[in-house]
């Protein structure tokens, strides 16, 4: 929890979670840019490119190690064309990145003659090009400029996209902010009870669909090429994929699932999960991760402990006001991410609905934290809370609920 550790006395027959499948092997940037899926190498496409701009994550993604990928890209580029670089880090509609954090996410990659900048959402070039779905295709001018265009992210499930990594760079990572919210949205068609998205679904979601096609219409007028990194069911990066922009996603993907996925032979009246320790439990945005992974493996009315230290309290922009007003009034909220849709916002709406039928005890510093359920900071009391709560089955624990998804054989 956070940067210390709790005690459990875990009862003898606690369930442990495993992966399955063939384990890959662990790999470099270097490994994936040899064998690109679906695409010519680096090497081709950057010696037949005149401009060319890479795309990095912001600083909230620095667990994917992002200098390691910058520096990787930066010297297969240079090793095949002496035309310079612009780096464009796609924080999507997140503040700009400070120059210590630039310097951060760049490493050694920087060269002279390259140029950095902040994908601006409000400095967008509009192509005039709109998805089957309406959304605009508007992105930084930097980026629509040049003719190769490469992105470099990381893959794991997501609530909303189903999967991070290859188009996210693209959608929301240097679109315009009319371009992120009606892709966003698109999750609200159905209603509360209707809504189309979840952890690992790509099929059937329309704004996973919707991303697609988007990255499509930005690479009718230019080559794009994606190096993503692929962590581990502990959040550690393993290993990478490099190649096309659906072809590389689509084997990161593969990849992932593997790595990512834990099973248990039935489903579970009790999860006590960890988020991972600091900084998957910085928050309680992030800490909500862990639920998402495990509520799919909880019988009926099983229930779930979240051990969160949360030392930045809630999370960002107004997650906390909006958890609050999903905890009384989902409608309200509902009715509000029509008219201006958060990500956080939308998380506060789902957690809520998803979890209405599962007691939960949160461990945390603080007791006063909203929560869909209850809140304690002693670990034993919330225990013993929960206990009597739950039907009889197995108890499971998830020491990092944040990088996982958590699957059951039975029921």
Known sequence: MGRSFIPWTAPDDVVFPVSRGVRPPRGTPEDALSKPEGSPSLGVLSAAASRIAVVLPDATRLWQNVPLMAEALRSEIQRNTANPVTWIIGAGLHRAPSRDETALLLGGAFRPADRVLWSDPAQVRDTGLRTSRGTPVAAAPEALDADLLVLAGGIGYHDLAGFSGGRKALLPGISGKESVQNNHGLCLAGGIQGLQVNVGRISGNSTA???????????????????????????????????????????GVELAKVLQTLYIPRKAALIVASSGGYPYDIDLYQATKTISASLGALLPGGGLVLCAALEDGMGPGNFGRDLLLSLSDQEALFRQLQQDFTIPGFIALKIVHDMKTNPAALIAAKEDVPFPGRTFASFDEGMEWIRPRVPDGPVVYVPAGNCIVLKADEG
Not at 213 to 234: A, C, H, S, T
């Open 209 to 251: 669909e919707d991303m697609e096609e988007y990255g499509r219409l930005i690479g009718q007028d230019r080559k794009i090429f994606l190096l993503n990194v692929i962590p581990d069911e502990k959040g550690s990066p393993h290993c990478y994929a490099a190649g096309s922009l659906e072809a590389g996603w689509r084997k």
